[in-house]
């Protein structure tokens, strides 16, 4: 599995649009990039998937660049309740290996 | 949203005791996990399980450790003869296919005094 390397944690204001990025040099072929959030005393929960260029839905954009050996997570006009800890995970989707393996994450912390 | 559900939410035993902790996943799944989360650190695999088997598991998932579906609905993690070192949150989840995004439930807290 790529190993995966994420800023420790990030700070921003209410209502500002937040960028994660994931470092993943090692990426193969057939990995996919998949997003997680955690909130405090809860299970991790999905956030969005994506192979490459971008994907957006109705929480989230995932940008994704030609080499592939990074994704950036975008968060837009941050709020209170998106304070949490979110992971990067990448996984071989087509050998049916689920990612398995979370990293350190990112702690975001949302200031009024 | 479907959910998964793990009980109990909290759960005190002491060392050398053998603890059982239940998790009914999303219906219509068919992969079952357990992971785990130490306070303050990261969320650790344990376990996958698929047809009834393990599919895959973790070094942290040694011979005290054991799963099982004894019925249609549930799945649960034995912890034979629990530790100090096991006092973590335990994380159930499930997903449709192995390709498929996880389902997670809340969690239960297990602290061996």
């Known amino acids: 599995l790529a190993k995966t390397t994420q800023p420790i944690s990030m700070d921003s204001y209410e209502g500002q649009e937040v960028n994660i990025t994931c470092s993943h040099n090692?990426?193969?072929?057939?990995?996919?990039i998949t997003w997680y959030q955690q909130f405090p005393s809860q299970g991790p929960r999905f956030i969005i998937q994506g192979y490459k260029t971008k994907v957006t839905n109705e929480v989230a954009s995932l940008f994704i660049p030609a080499d592939r050996k990074s994704s950036t997570l975008s968060l837009p006009r941050v709020s209170l309740s998106d304070t949490a800890v979110y992971y990067c995970?990448?996984?071989?989707?087509?050998?049916?290996?689920?990612?398995?393996?979370f990293g350190k994450g990112t702690r975001l912390s949302v200031i009024a | 949203e479907p959910e998964v559900t793990q009980t109990p939410s909290h759960q005190v035993t002491q060392m050398g005791q053998e603890v059982i902790l239940r998790c009914v996943p999303i219906s219509n799944h068919l992969y079952f996990y357990w992971y785990r989360q130490i306070l303050g650190q990261k969320v650790e695999f344990l376990v996958s399980f698929y047809n009834n088997e393990i599919s895959e598991k973790s070094e942290i998932f040694d011979d005290q450790f054991s799963v099982e579906r004894p019925d249609g609905s549930n799945f649960t993690l034995k912890i034979r003869s629990t530790k100090l070192e096991d006092s973590a949150m335990y994380f159930c989840?499930?997903?449709?296919?192995?390709?498929?995004?996880?389902?997670f439930g809340s969690g239960t807290q297990l602290s061996v005094l």
């Open positions: 995970l990448v996984g071989d989707l087509a050998s049916g290996n689920t990612p398995l393996v």
């Open positions: 090692n990426i193969a072929t057939n990995d996919y």
């Open positions: 989840a499930s997903n449709g296919g192995r390709n498929e995004k996880l389902f």
